[in-house]
């Protein structure tokens, strides 16, 4: 199957900051990744589904002003938090998909902590 | 809109076998997906069903009903491995809804 990086796999930040997540494509070119989010044992609950080269379609309740998403390239997306909460603290993960397939990869997920 | 329904917790002894319901009400379906997924990690996909019917691959074999809106997934000679969620999602488009997550405990 295809590779999807994602990175860091771990973030720890202080109440306030900003937070950059980062999703790679390794070996195909992904015109369309996903970003979700997943609370302990819970499900994932998307948040947003990004095209490269425009803007990014937020799902409902996603403040979009918060979760900034760029996808500027066929190999890359990044998810910045902007002013961190504790409540942000979750498991964030990315999927990346080629064209008009219906299946999408994941990355190995990053867990924020927002202290 | 989407909605997936599977149960929230299934145990099961080593070597057996389990069967993990999943059912959907999806607008513009194209596929049906199953992931496993440990804790702490990414969900890692196990099998894509479109048309209806069975698709067996080595223990695991996953049931497509499209008119019923309903799947399952079978493990079977379960593992101590298998321990582990298992989450179906629906496709709609490029888009998947994932259901709630069935936690599969195997037991000596």
């Known amino acids: 199957g295809a590779v999807v990086s994602q990175h860091p796999s771990r973030v720890i930040c202080k109440s306030g900051t900003s937070v950059k997540i980062e999703c790679r494509s390794l070996d195909f070119q992904a015109t369309t990744m996903f970003w979700y989010r997943q609370f302990p044992k819970q499900s994932l609950m998307l948040m947003a589904t990004s095209n490269e080269g425009s803007k990014a379609t937020y799902e409902q309740g996603v403040e979009k002003d918060k979760f900034l998403i760029n996808h500027a390239s066929l190999t890359l997306s990044t998810l910045t938090v902007t002013s961190a909460h504790p409540e942000d603290s979750s498991f964030y993960i990315c999927?990346?998909?080629?064209?008009?397939?219906?299946?999408?990869?994941f990355g190995q997920g990053t867990r924020l902590t927002v202290v | 809109g989407q909605n997936i329904d599977q149960p929230t917790e299934m145990t099961a002894t080593e070597g057996a076998i389990v069967q993990i319901n999943c059912t959907y009400q999806t607008s513009g379906f194209n596929g049906l997906f199953w992931y496993q997924q440990h804790a702490g990690e990414a969900p890692t996909f196990l099998s894509y069903n479109v048309l209806d019917g069975l698709e067996e691959k080595g223990r695991f074999s996953s049931f497509l009903s499209r008119s019923k809106g309903y799947s399952y997934l079978l493990l079977k000679e379960l593992q101590m491995k298998d321990s582990a969620s298992y989450l179906c999602?629906?496709?709609?488009?490029?888009?998947?809804?994932f259901g709630g997550g069935t936690r599969v405990l195997v037991k000596p």
């Open positions: 999602a629906s496709a709609a488009g490029n888009k998947l809804t």
């Open positions: 999927s990346a998909a080629a064209g008009g397939n219906t299946e999408a990869f």
